[in-house]
């Protein structure tokens, strides 16, 4: 892909177990390329072996039927089908004749089956996002893996997720890291380049998407492409990114807003009480601490935003 950085160990480990057979779970949070780079090894897997490519696991019907399509793509035959030149056709044939998930998760595993017995290289099937994967998809996502190589992409916490150790624990695990701030810096000045983008002073700028960033690449196209160069460079709230999220819970942001939240219900509570007891003192004071609620939230919001 151009102007692609970095990740040339996870890459050549991804390949490495993918040539050796075994399944590899890419796991990484939003953003930090786990699509990226299984665009940029597409071409090697499938000079390695048929791929067959999905967005998503879950739902599983859809998914199911994603993988038909890739295996009729790829001409990998499912058994029973008669092939016609129209792939929509075939899979509503397919469908009808499979018509709950399980039949039809069945009809795959036998068309894997019957592909590894004519001796050709098993089928890798990659699935670019597995985070929505459900306990009752792991007794058929475990027999794949027993006749395909799978490729999925997952966030830490999918790993987690109740029901499916079992799966993970066949899966070798790769992770990607933020870039190194030598590969950020390559992949900002890559971007500034494409997107045009003119600041007053460059330097300036690139090393503050550089630290707003942290060195997630989907956190540094957001900034180039969709923040003002001068909003960057002012220090002007930027957004919600991964990188501000990160940093708010660094510093004084989180702890803030649990307490502007009590002391605004303190103030409405305030403004009741002095109603109801007709205590016209307390009412004002109330009345004054909704209003500087109202007024020093959304700017205490903005005071906290990165340094
Ligand atoms: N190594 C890299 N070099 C250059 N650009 C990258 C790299 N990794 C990611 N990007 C860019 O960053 C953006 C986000 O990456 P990507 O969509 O691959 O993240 P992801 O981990 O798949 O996120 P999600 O979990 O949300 O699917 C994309 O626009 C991608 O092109
Ligand atoms: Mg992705």
Redesign the pocket.
Known sequence: ?D?????TGEGRALLLAVRAGRSVVLV?????????????LHPALKEWSPVVWVDRVAPFGAFLKEVFAGLWEARVPVPGVSYTKDLRADLKGWSKQHPTNEEKARSILEALRAWNERGASRVTLVA??A?GVTSSMVPWLVSFAEEATLVL?A?PETLRKAGTKRLWARFERVD?PP?TPK?SRE?VE??VARYGVVAEDPEVYKSRVLALAGG???????LVRFVRAEDIVKNRDVGTGYAEGLAHREERGVALAPVLLVLGGVAIATRYLGLARGEMDLYVMGGIGVAAFVVLSPWLRKAVVVK
Do not use: H
């Not at 102007?3 to 990740?7: H, I």
């Not at 997630?216 to 957001?222: A, F, V, W």
């Open positions: 892909m102007g692609f950085v970095g990740r990484a949070p939003p953003g930090y390329g786990k699509s990226a780079l299984l665009e940029a670019d996002d985070s992409a966030y990607l870039l590969e992949l890559a971007l997630i690449p989907g956190e540094i196209e957001r």
